[in-house]
Antibody, heavy 122, light 111 residues
Framework: QLHLQESGPELVKPSETLSLTCTVS??????????WGWIRQPPGRGLEWLGT???????YYSPSLKSRVTMSVDTSKSQFSLKLTSVSAADTAIYFC??????????????WGQGTLVTVSS | QSVLTQPPSVSGAPGQRVTISCTGS?????????VHWYQQLPGTAPKLLIF???NRPSGVPDRFSGSKSGTSASLAISGLQAEDEADYYC???????????FGGGTKLTVL
């Protein structure tokens, strides 16, 4: 059974870079049938899509974060990563990694990690 | 403010039917992009409930159904149960944003 697990620092200082990793188990990342994404949720608020990348290498980022966000994948480690630069308190959120299946839909996410809370504070 | 507008809250008694709307525009739902729905129980990750407007993943009860018309979509929940109390989010693609987006979410309270 597929399992996604986010990991990374729980506390990041303002202006620094937030770095998170999602480790995938129970399924292969080297499969064109899947795409991978990051979604965040500020405490008590709604979901915000951050970006999605496809097996082909095509990556889409949220326009509001495009200048600060980078996603990458390391299939040898079954991991994909998120980097968000120049963070501020507004970036405090629960960060989820997720997977979608191309045979299901073009951009929905059918498997999610449990999420990890990242707080931006000095 | 989200480009996909949902009512902040809805409520219903056990056994009743409720609907949650998701109103978009000509650059997303109205452009023909599919709408997906997620259920988020308190303290948990979202779960895909409906994909491509009206399809249920395996394991989702048929009490949940989706529809789409014009620039809006709806999620209907019939035979309300206490365990349906959760936050519900719609998702679609937007041309102008060149990416995906979520609605602001709707909190369902089962009275």
């Amino acid at each position: 059974q597929l399992h996604l697990q986010e990991s990374g620092p729980e506390l990041v200082k303002p202006s620094e870079t937030l770095s998170l990793t999602c480790t995938v188990s129970g399924g292969s990342m080297s499969n064109s049938a899947y795409y991978w994404g990051w979604i965040r949720q500020p405490p008590g608020r709604g979901l915000e899509w951050l970006g999605t990348f496809f097996y082909s290498g095509t990556t889409y980022y949220s326009p509001s974060l495009k200048s600060r966000v980078t996603m990458s994948v390391d299939t040898s480690k079954s991991q994909f990563s998120l980097k968000l630069t120049s963070v501020s308190a507004a970036d405090t959120a629960i960060y989820f990694c997720a997977r979608g299946t191309v045979t299901t839909c073009d951009d929905c996410f059918d498997s999610w990690g449990q999420g990890t809370l990242v707080t931006v504070s000095s | 403010q989200s480009v996909l507008t949902q009512p902040p809250s809805v409520s219903g008694a056990p056994g009743q039917r409720v609907t949650i709307s998701c109103t978009g525009s000509s650059s997303n739902i109205g452009a023909g992009y599919d709408v997906h729905w997620y259920q988020q129980l308190p303290g948990t990750a979202p779960k895909l409930l409906i994909f491509d407007n009206n399809n249920r993943p395996s394991g989702v009860p048929d009490r949940f159904s989706g529809s789409k018309s014009g620039t809006s979509a709806s999620l209907a929940i019939s035979g309300l149960q206490a365990e349906d109390e959760a936050d519900y989010y719609c998702q679609s693609h937007d041309n102008s944003l060149t990416g995906s987006l979520f609605g602001g979410g709707t909190k369902l309270t089962v009275l």
